[in-house]
C-alpha cells in the first residue's frame, strides 16, 4: 500500500525569509488583542462572574426581545439572555438575588414557570447557581493555573535546552494565549472554566510542537557547526514539516467535528481551542524559532563550559564539520 505524503521529500522552503513581516504581524495582534481584552473585556461565564445561569432548548427560535421583556415581568429586569449555538438554544444569565439559596431557588422557578407557560414544549436543560465567593476564587485559580503553566513549561525547556530556547518558548506561549484571549474578547463567546481548560490544553500543545522543532534544531547545531543559523533553523523546520502538517491536520479534523456537530455546552471550549491550534503552529515557526537567531544561539551553546568537556565533545563531533545539506 503506497503511504500518503501529506509534505513532499526534500521539501525546501524559506520560512525565515518572511520572519520580519511575521513579527510584525504578530505584533499588531498582541497590540490589537490587549486593546480589545482592555476596551470590550471578556465575556465571563457564571463561572467566574456568580450568579444564575438557565439554559433552554426551544421548540423555535424565540424573538429575544419579547422573551427578555417577559423575564423582566417576573421581577429580573437585570437578566441577560443570549443565544448559543442555534437560535432556539437560549441562556439566561441573572445576578444572585438577596436572601441567599431560598431566593435564588424562588427566582429559577419564577423564570421556568414563565418560560414552560409562554413556550410550550420549551426544555430547561440546566440551572446553574454559583455564589460570588466561589467566582471570585476560580478567577484567581484560573489565572494561577495560566501563570504556572507558562512559567513551568519555559524553565522546563529551559533545563531541556539552553536558557534562549526557555525564553523563546515564553514568549510564543504568550503570543497564543494573548491572541485567543483577544479573539474570545472580540467574538465575546462566554469564558468560562471549559476555555481555562482550552487554554491549559494549548500551553501544552504548543509545549510539544515546540519540542519537536527545539530538538531537531539542538540536533542540527551538533550535526552541522559551520552552517549558518536562519538556514540551519529552515533546514530543521523542513525536517519535522511532514509531522507537524500531519498532527495539526489531525488536531483540526477532530476540533472541527465537535465544532460543528459537538454539543453547544463546550461550544467555547471547542471555539478556543481551534484558534489556539492555529495561532500555535504559526508561532512555532515564525514566532519561537526566529528568537533564537535573536538571542544569538550558536553550535557552541551545546558544548560544556569545562574545556577539557568541551575539547572530547568538539572531537567527537569534528566527523560533521562542513557537512552538506
Known amino acids: 500500500m503506497r503511504l500518503l505524503k501529506l509534505v513532499p521529500d526534500n521539501t525546501n522552503l524559506d520560512f525565515l525569509r518572511w520572519r520580519g513581516i511575521a513579527f510584525t504581524i504578530s505584533g499588531l495582534l498582541i497590540a490589537a488583542s490587549i486593546a480589545l481584552l482592555v476596551v470590550r473585556g471578556l465575556n465571563f461565564g457564571i463561572d467566574f462572574e456568580g450568579g444564575q445561569m438557565i439554559r433552554v432548548t426551544f421548540v423555535e427560535a424565540p424573538r429575544i426581545d419579547e422573551l427578555r421583556q ?189 465544532f460543528f456537530l459537538g454539543p453547544d455546552v463546550i461550544f467555547s471550549f471547542n471555539a478556543a481551542l481551534l484558534i489556539s491550534v492555529i495561532v500555535g503552529a504559526y508561532s512555532t515557526m515564525y514566532v519561537a524559532s526566529p528568537w533564537l537567531i535573536w538571542l544569538k544561539v550558536t553550535p557552541d551553546s551545546f558544548l560544556p563550559k569545562d574545556p577539557v568537556s568541551r575539547a572530547q565533545k568538539g572531537a567527537r563531533n569534528e566527523g560533521y564539520d562542513g557537512a552538506q545539506v
Open 70 to 258: 417577559r423575564i423582566a415581568d417576573t421581577g429580573h429586569p437585570e437578566a441577560t439572555v443570549q443565544e448559543f449555538g442555534s437560535p432556539r438554544d437560549i441562556s439566561i444569565r441573572m445576578a444572585l438575588p438577596d436572601g441567599g439559596e431560598e431566593a435564588a431557588n424562588q427566582a429559577a422557578s419564577d423564570v421556568r414557570e414563565a418560560i414552560e407557560t409562554n413556550y410550550p414544549g420549551a426544555r430547561i436543560d440546566a440551572v446553574e447557581t454559583v455564589s460570588g465567593q466561589v467566582s471570585d476564587e476560580l478567577v484567581r485559580a484560573g489565572a494561577l493555573a495560566l501563570l504556572f503553566a507558562m512559567l513551568g513549561v519555559s524553565i522546563y525547556i529551559w533545563f531541556r535546552f539552553e536558557w534562549q530556547f526557555g525564553i523563546a518558548s515564553l514568549f510564543s506561549l504568550f503570543h497564543d494565549v494573548t491572541i485567543t484571549l483577544g479573539f474570545l474578547a472580540l467574538t465575546q463567546l462566554e469564558f468560562d472554566l471549559n476555555v481555562i481548560a482550552a487554554l491549559l490544553t494549548l500551553i501544552g500543545y504548543s509545549l510539544n510542537d515546540n519540542i519537536v522543532i527545539f530538538d531537531r534544531i539542538r540536533e542540527n547545531l551538533r550535526k552541522y557547526r559551520k552552517m549558518e543559523m536562519t538556514a540551519l533553523i529552515n533546514l530543521s523546520i523542513n525536517e519535522t514539516l511532514s509531522r507537524t502538517v500531519a498532527t495539526n491536520m489531525a488536531m483540526l479534523l477532530a476540533l472541527g467535528s465537535l
